[in-house]
């Protein structure tokens, strides 16, 4: 079983910043893309950010340029920089992990954190 635990979410002003960490723990095998999602009230989940075991990643174009996505591969953890935040920001993110455990190595599953509110407002 693989579990992931999200931190850093909160409520912040209009231009402020928020980063957000998401940790994989458990039985993990091995990790290969994460990524961040979020979704706002009576709108569907929308990808925000993703990023490679090899560090390549890529941003919803609405977050271009203020959003920075990380990794720490021997930490198994996620981490989303937000900068510059707006009101339209605000929304639950969801930490995403593709990757397997050691209970099905020959299986790659998505795995998905609890989610973490943000909300932007003055």
């Known amino acids: 079983q693989v579990q992931l635990v999200e931190s850093g979410g909160g409520l912040v002003q209009p231009g402020g910043s928020l980063r957000l960490s998401c940790a994989a723990s458990g039985s993990i095998f091995s990790i290969n893309a994460m990524g961040w999602y979020r979704q706002a009230p009576g709108k569907q989940r929308e990808l925000v950010a993703t990023?490679?075991?090899?560090?390549?990643?890529n941003y919803a174009d609405s977050v271009k340029g203020r959003f920075t996505i990380s990794r720490d591969n021997a930490k198994n953890t996620v981490y989303l920089q937000m900068n510059s935040l707006k009101p339209e920001d605000t929304a639950v993110y969801y930490c995403?992990?593709?990757?397997?455990?050691?209970?099905?190595?020959?299986?790659?599953?998505?795995?998905w954190g609890q989610g973490t509110q943000v909300t932007v407002s003055s």
């Open positions: 995403n992990a593709e990757g397997s455990s050691w209970y099905s190595i020959r299986s790659t599953n998505d795995y």
């Open positions: 990023i490679t075991s090899g560090g390549r990643s």
